[in-house]
């Protein structure tokens, strides 16, 4: 996608990945308006980069998320682009009971909101030219942390949508984009000091070279064997995988 001119919406901009995003998307003169449930953060990211603007966004709530998609319509009606970023993710025991909290939140603010978030704005969008919807998935979209299924389901689940939304999209102005991070240190899992996880910086500087080009998918360097193992191979794969994270994460 072109990496300037635009006007950006980036949900869950008030922490992490988001944050990070927004910043160097303003830094490349963009207008960027941000969106999470958290005031502070909000006002915090905002005040730390003038222009920037903060929409306070629940995107568990269908009601919030079309007050907002109105309120961004009337106020910033160049909008065209939509990073639909806003995720949680806990742990869970595929092999036990599942919280069911943790059930409902997760899909609700992983898929559901996303697929609203972009429904409720879709209509705006194919008016603007050069317009984008991306979505934040994971590698974990492709290879499931079996520690975190519920939360690895979600990201499966948002891949397949957005291949069906690229597909039903290809005769508008607007493209499809999904960004499958991999480990990243952020608040997320508590990963902020994770040596194994991707440093943050080194994240948004090589996604950032990514996005500028023509791809759909945007995968740093060491997202793409994920990326690249679904196949025969894929149970191989999948278990070697978690035989590792289970050591990493002293779970069985
Ligand atoms: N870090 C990684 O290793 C990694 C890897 C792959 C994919 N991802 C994905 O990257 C995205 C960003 O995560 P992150 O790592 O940057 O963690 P993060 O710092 O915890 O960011 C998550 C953001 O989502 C927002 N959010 C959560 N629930 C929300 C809700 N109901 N309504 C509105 N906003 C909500 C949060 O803001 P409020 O709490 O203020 O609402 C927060 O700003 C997520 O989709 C995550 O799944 C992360």
Known sequence: MKLSGNTIFITGGGSGIGRELAEALHKRGNRVIIGGRRRSHLDEVAAANPGM???ELDITQPASIERVAAQLIAEYP???VLINNAGIMEPDDAAGHIDDALLVSTMTTNVLGPIRMTSALIDHLKTRDNAVVAYTSSVLAFVPLAVTAVYSSTKAALHSYVLSQRFMLRD??????????????T??????????????DAFIAETMAVLGTDVDEVLVESAQPFRANPGPGEHAFVNAFNAQAAELFGRR
């Open 187 to 200: 608040d997320l899992m508590n990963s902020r000091e994770a040596e194994q996880a991707m440093p943050l």
């Open 172 to 185: 508008t102005s607007v493209r499809v984009l999904e960004i499958a991070p991999p480990w990243v240190r």
């Open 78 to 80: 160049d909008l065209n």
């Open 53 to 55: 603007a903060a929409i």
